[in-house]
Each structure stands twice: as structure tokens, then as C-alpha cells.
């Protein structure tokens, strides 16, 4: 297995976990990075992006060219190097203003940030690239994918972690709105076991799926759900709503379930509880006191 990562995001210590891993360090906006990357491989994992609407918002042309170009040379890299099947990470944020629920799959994309519209160029380049050179691609629209290991510090931290670091530290979390929004969260052992699934799916090349567990809550059951869990009393700072977000947003997973044979296993509140405890166990002990 190889892994490329410019670690711009990410952490090395996640790769601690796993044993012999590869390493290309590198950026995909570097077609040679790309391609020393996928040389020899029949399957690519394509995860890469840069993430958060409000920070595409502040910079489209760099989410532009991480997202967007930065595909582009994956599936170049990956049709150049003979590999077999490409799996894309996509986003639920393709949908945009659409306003029915829950999401389908054949709905027109109404993108409204600089961020989906990067998802949605990348994956009509998956869709060119399965049509034209062969390569088969797997596009996987994930909704608010969250678990351990996303970094709370991070001013785009996604809001699982910054609610639950916001909890365990005695700080009052930032909801943007009235906390009424809802989301279909997704507990990140269902993306991997989509993943694994789409890698070998005979029916999937050429296709987008909808990645998530076709429920829906609102920022105030996680705040809810948190404080229960955790035995904190949560009083959030409510701000105004930012500009880039959608109101509701859930999934249908049908088509998932028909063609990859996907069924996430972990629900909602079992995946928060899972977060809950490596947050809390990543947290520095308490200085004995003298």
C-alpha cells in the first residue's frame, strides 16, 4: 500500500496506525507526485482534497486547483500508470440549493460554494475519464463524515469535533444559525467500508453514490446527544449563519445499498459515543496537584 499526502490537512501520526505503508510525500496538484504515487497500483483511493466551505469561500482558487486540477492529474496519473479502478471522494455539498429531501443521486447538482462546485467539476472528470480512456471511476458523495482523528483545532474543523472539544474543555461552541439545520452525519467506518466495496463493485465504474446513513439531526440533538454522553452542560454561542451552507441535507442510499451492497454499520449515536471516548483519551491527564 502507498499513500500520497502534502500533509496540509492531515497529521503523520494518523499514519501510526498502519504498517507497511509507503510514503510519497507530495501534493496532487504535481502530476509527478501523482504518478510515482499510482505507478504499479491497480487501485487508487482518491481522498485528497481541500476541504471546508468557508474556506473555499475565502480562497476559490486554491480549493480550484487542490480539488479540481489536483483530480485531474490523479486520474491522468492513474490512466498513464494502467491502474484499474479509481475511487473519488465526492461531497453531499454537489446538491446545494436543491431543497427536497432526501438527496437522490439523478437530482440536478445546484452547487452554491466554491467548494462544491470543485467536487462537481472533479467528478464530471471521473465521468469523462470512465467514457473516454476506459478508467474506471467511482465517484462517493459523502455526507458530514465525522470520528476520531479530525483535528478540532482547526479553524474548519467539522463541527463533531469542535462540538465534543468544546464540551470536554469547559468552552461554549460556536453554532452558526439556530442549531435547527440538520445533517445526515456519517461515522467514518461506513465511508471506509464504502470504499472497500466500491473498489471491486461490478456495477459501480461510471457511477456517483450517495455515502451516508439516510437519517438526519439537527445541530441541537448533537449538541443534545454530546451533553448527554459527556455529562456537560452545553450552552452554545450562537452566531449568524454563514454564508455557503445548506439548511437540511440528507441522503438516500438506495442505489448504494442495490449496486455496492453498502449498509452502514455504525449509526449516529454509537458513532458520537466512539468519538467521544478518542477525544477524551487523546486529552493531556490532569497535573497532579501537590
Known amino acids: 500500500m502507498r499513500i ?19 510514503l510519497v510525500e507530495g501534493d496532487i496538484q504535481s502530476y509527478e507526485r501523482a504518478h510515482t504515487a499510482v505507478s504499479g497500483c491497480d ?14 469561500i475565502q480562497d476559490p482558487l486554491t480549493s480550484a486547483a487542490v480539488n479540481t486540477t489536483g483530480t485531474l492529474n490523479v486520474l491522468l496519473a492513474a490512466r498513464d500508470a494502467g491502474v484499474k479502478r479509481v475511487v473519488f471522494a465526492s461531497s453531499s455539498s454537489v446538491y446545494g440549493a436543491s431543497t427536497a429531501l432526501p438527496k437522490q443521486e439523478d437530482m440536478i447538482p445546484l452547487p452554491i460554494s466554491p467548494y ?25 458523495r459523502y455526507f458530514n463524515v465525522f470520528g476520531p482523528r479530525q483535528d478540532p483545532q482547526s479553524q474548519y474543523a467539522a463541527v463533531v469535533p469542535r462540538f465534543i472539544t468544546a464540551a470536554l474543555t469547559g468552552n461554549r461552541p460556536v453554532v452558526y444559525g439556530d442549531g435547527q439545520q ?12 464504502a470504499n472497500l466495496l466500491a473498489l471491486t463493485a461490478p456495477n459501480a465504474p461510471g457511477e456517483t453514490f450517495n455515502i451516508a446513513c439516510g437519517e438526519r439531526y439537527t ?15 452545553i450552552q452554545p454561542e450562537h452566531r ?3 454564508p455557503g451552507d445548506v439548511l437540511h441535507s440528507q441522503a ?3 442505489k448504494a445499498k442495490r449496486l455496492l451492497d453498502f449498509t452502514p454499520a455504525t449509526g449516529f449515536h454509537d458513532g458520537v ?18
Not at 46 to 53: D, R, T, W, Y
Open 43 to 56: 487501485y487508487v483511493l482518491h481522498q485528497a482534497a481541500l476541504p471546508s466551505v468557508p474556506r473555499s
Open 252 to 254: 438516500d442510499i438506495t
Open 219 to 233: 445541530l441541537n440533538a448533537l449538541l443534545a446527544l454530546i451533553s448527554d454522553i459527556t455529562g456537560v452542560d
Open 4 to 22: 500520497l499526502d502534502s500533509f496540509a490537512t492531515g497529521r503523520r501520526s494518523n499514519l501510526d496506525v498502519l504498517d507497511g505503508v509507503e
Open 116 to 140: 462544491a462546485v470543485s467536487k462537481q467539476a472533479a467528478e464530471s472528470y471521473c465521468r469523462a475519464f470512465s467514457h473516454v480512456y476506459g478508467l474506471e471511476c467511482v465517484a462517493l
Open 273 to 290: 459515543r466512539h468519538t467521544i471516548e478518542h477525544i477524551a483519551s487523546e486529552r493531556p491527564s490532569p497535573s497532579p496537584t501537590r
Open 240 to 242: 449568524d449563519p454563514r
Open 182 to 193: 440538520s445533517r445526515d452525519f456519517t461515522y467514518i467506518d461506513n465511508v471506509v467500508d
